[in-house]
């Protein structure tokens, strides 16, 4: 399968159709296996504005992306979220059911970068971290508690909201 | 006693496999299993070697931009992953599983079936691994996947999953194969081979398969709590919640060491074998080689450690494995002494076998003397993780192991085919391969001690580490010419190489007895043993037995110290079952990497599979 690379990564999507359409069957497993799922891509993001719409390409490179995702979980606990969004938090504050569930990606990108009142994430948080905490956010429908827990263990060590003693 | 025509005749019905693709399925046959097992381990050489080298190209200049840091992380963790765990170990266990029975004069294994269900599981974990990098699911953590890198948290997706259950099926392979080679030389050797007759070959496949059998569950223990951690959260390798990382590394390495010796010590086999036979007299020093053997057998479980001293360990622990690792040189030196003067006492016949023994013990030497260096816990905390410790393991391995491996296959490739490979372009493939070898890696110590860190994709100009670099892919670029002239060579040998005979070379051992390439019954009578060279007792034609069955499959059962004969044992025809159970095994691995309910429900056509494969095939007997 073609790696993208630097170049865009949408068009490297497209890439794979035309390069692969004379092996259905190689199509048929990168359906399968949901193409670019695991993909890597370490470059210029494209992620450099807020999510124009729905149908935004962009939206599917990080909704479709182990990766991405799992970067979000990460900035999650960074910038602290989980000290409200934990679970049985009241309200939509709740991690196990809040205003994530069905609503779509610039809504919940627009909550988390506007809807902060004084905190105003959308001007201290960078784009693309943006981006990645909303495919967490809206993702969090298949994490469990207990995976949740475990990742959280995991990067404790990191710097982390309540651990973060300023830049070293 | 010269067998007749209908011996032969009735032998071959008995043996036979079915014709066409049902055979291929259903075959028992240890020798098309460890065909099929060496061309498999043989192809993905040749993938990971093209791996190995698109490295070498990324890393000829200075901020090359053929790979990205992902791509050569997928690149590195593939070509280890493959050659540690798809080639090294199979193809060594592939050598023993066409050779033992051979050397034994055995018409098959003890357990036929058995070798069946290690090939079709090991072809699983193939194909899990490449097709898995076919959709970009390639693991990219290099061949040891340390937690917490590869835990929930830092390693997302499914490519370190897909990496810990690869290991799981060779695994798995490997244990099926080892216990099959350790049951067929301890209870199956011909009348007249007690241990202490028993060639060097066989004591070297009897020990790497007792280690394999000891030290494959560490592994397959640790990948499977690293892939709990990842499904179901359990917390093993997770500091904060008590679990420990650093259980993570001692017990891959429990495996981790042993292995490399599970796949030196058959080398040592090999080159044993083809030492005596090149050097026109008995092995040099036969029982200090075999008690050399022994002893790497169990020192390598005492030095695991020297993979882990830059983890932080108590001083007396770096001390005490610092020692171990030191003592291993001395058995290995013994050997390599012995072999010295088994050619220097003997009249050396160089043919292409012994010269891959001769670039083995060179080569191998050098990458056992970077191995005392590195065995220092105080040196080591400055070369590991550097490409000194590259260029090492690449001499001890390529060096030590598949040098070797070459040597044996030009040296049996006659017995398999029935054809002579070309001696001048097995010459040709030698130097190639050998000169390319060292031209590429040797480089490597250098840059190492320059400081230039191992697994990474690229360095700035400036370093000092330019030139080097060119010389090691000029060098990568000519060994894997030399590879391609050997695969060439054998290729075209197939179908051209000139008539060979049963023993080409004048071999000591039983192998050399009958036809080339070898019926699917071996020989045609249980030979008698009385000395370590049996085809060596001056001139006289080798005695054997009868009373073997050649209207239906069996085989002889000795004893395991004095190999007397106890009795006759049925042995298993072809059956489609190990495929099936072989199908049943991979469904369930492969689904257990998404859901834990895997395990339970994959459990039941397992035990379908294996009920099918055990079911009676005769009456029981009343009382008995």
Redesign the interface.
């Known amino acids: 399968m073609a790696r993208s690379g630097l170049g865009s990564p949408d068009q490297a999507v497209e890439g794979h159709v035309a390069q692969w359409r004379p092996g259905r069957v190689m199509v048929l497993a990168c359906l399968i296996s949901a193409c670019g799922k695991e993909a890597r891509d370490i470059g210029p993001t494209v992620a450099q504005t807020a999510p124009v719409g729905k149908k935004d390409p962009r939206i599917a490179l990080f909704q479709g992306n182990v990766w991405q995702i799992a970067q979000g979980g990460r900035y999650f606990q960074y910038y602290g979220c989980a000290g409200c969004h934990h679970d049985g938090a009241p309200g939509t504050r709740d991690l196990a059911d809040g205003l994530r569930r069905g609503a779509d990606f610039p809504a919940v990108f627009a909550s988390i970068a506007h809807g902060h009142g004084d905190r105003s994430y959308a001007t201290r948080i960078p784009d693309e971290q943006l981006w990645q905490l909303t495919a967490y956010v809206r993702d969090l429908e298949r994490h469990t508690p207990q995976k949740r827990r475990r990742q959280m263990l995991d990067q404790r060590s990191e710097p982390q909201a309540a651990t973060w003693r300023g830049p070293q | 006693m010269r067998p007749d025509q209908d011996r032969l005749d009735r032998l071959s019905l008995t043996w036979r496999d079915p014709p066409g693709l049902w055979g291929f399925l259903t075959t028992v046959d240890h020798k098309r299993i460890a065909a099929r097992y060496i061309v498999t381990a043989l192809l993905l050489m040749f993938l990971a070697g093209m791996l190995a080298l698109d490295m070498r190209w990324q890393l000829s200049t200075p901020e090359n931009v053929r790979m990205?840091?992902?791509?050569y992380n997928e690149s590195f963790s593939l070509h280890g992953s493959t050659m540690l765990f798809l080639v090294s170990v199979p193809v060594m266990e592939a050598m023993a599983l066409w050779l033992v029975p051979l050397m034994l004069g055995q018409r098959n294994m003890a357990f036929p079936r058995l070798g069946a269900f290690s090939y079709w599981l090991y072809l699983g974990g193939v194909l899990t691994l490449w097709?898995s990098h076919?959709?970009?699911?390639t693991p990219?953590l290099g061949w040891f996947e340390y937690p917490?890198l590869s835990?929930?948290?830092?390693a997302?997706?499914?490519?370190a999953d897909i990496w810990a259950q690869m290991i799981t099926f060779t695994e798995v392979a490997a244990l099926a194969a080892s216990v099959n080679v350790a049951a067929t030389i301890l209870k199956m050797r011909p009348p007249g081979m007690t241990l202490a007759r028993m060639p060097v070959f066989l004591w070297a496949m009897l020990v790497a398969s007792i280690m394999t059998i000891l030290s494959m569950p560490a592994i397959m223990l640790v990948t499977s709590m690293l892939i709990a951690?990842r499904l179901?959260?359990?917390?093993f390798f997770?500091p904060?919640?008590g679990g420990d990382v650093l259980l993570f590394q001692h017990l891959f390495w429990f495996f981790g060491h042993p292995e490399v010796y599970i796949i030196f010590v058959p080398a040592t086999g090999f080159v044993s074998a083809i030492v005596e036979t090149f050097s026109r007299r008995p092995l040099f020093g036969h029982s200090v080689i075999v008690l050399a053997i022994l002893s790497i057998g169990a020192l390598a479980f005492g030095l695991w450690v020297h993979h882990m001293f830059a983890v932080g360990l108590p001083r007396l622990g770096n001390n005490f494995y610092t020692a171990a690792s030191m003592a291993i040189a001395l058995p290995a030196g013994l050997q390599i002494f012995c072999w010295i003067a088994t050619m220097w006492s003997g009249r050396p016949w160089l043919a292409t076998p012994m010269l891959w023994v001769i670039g083995f013990v060179t080569t191998f030497v050098i990458g056992g003397l970077s191995g005392v260096m590195t065995a220092s816990a105080a040196l080591d905390l400055q070369l590991t993780d550097s490409y000194f410790i590259v260029a090492h393991f690449h001499y001890v391995l390529v060096g030590g192991a598949m040098f070797p491996l070459f040597g044996a296959f030009c040296y049996w490739y006659p017995k398999a085919t029935g054809r002579m490979m070309s001696e001048r372009w097995g010459r040709i493939a030698f130097a190639l391969i050998v000169g390319g070898f060292n031209l590429g890696f040797f480089p490597m110590h250098l840059l190492g001690l320059m400081g230039m860190p191992r697994r990474v994709y690229t360095y700035p100009a400036g370093m000092g580490w330019e030139g080097l670099n060119q010389v090691a892919t000029l060098g990568s670029v000519v060994a894997v010419a030399g590879g391609l002239v050997f695969v060439a060579n054998a290729l075209v040998s197939y179908w051209r190489g000139a008539p060979s005979g049963g023993d080409p070379w004048g071999g000591s051992t039983l192998e050399w007895a009958g036809e080339a390439p070898a019926p699917s019954w071996n020989l045609a009578y249980t030979p008698m043993v009385d000395g370590l060279t049996p085809m060596w007792n001056g001139g006289r034609p080798l005695r054997v037995a009868d009373g073997v069955a050649i209207a239906r499959r069996e085989v002889l059962i000795t004893s395991v110290t004095d190999a007397d004969p106890l009795y006759r044992q049925k042995s298993a025809s072809p059956s489609i079952w190990p495929l099936l159970s072989a199908l049943a095994v991979s469904a369930m691995f492969i689904a257990s990497i998404f859901t834990p309910w895997a395990i339970v429900v994959g459990a039941v056509p397992i035990g379908a599979a294996l009920t099918g494969w055990f079911w009676p095939q005769r009456p029981r007997r009343s009382g008995a």
């Not at chain 2, 990205?68 to 791509?71: A, I, K, R, T």
């Not at chain 2, 076919?134 to 699911?137: E, K, P, R, V």
């Not at chain 2, 997302?156 to 490519?159: D, V, Y």
């Open positions: 990205g840091p992902q791509l097709i076919a959709l970009d699911i990219d917490p835990g929930p948290a830092y997302p997706g499914h490519r951690d179901v959260s359990t917390h997770s904060a919640s």
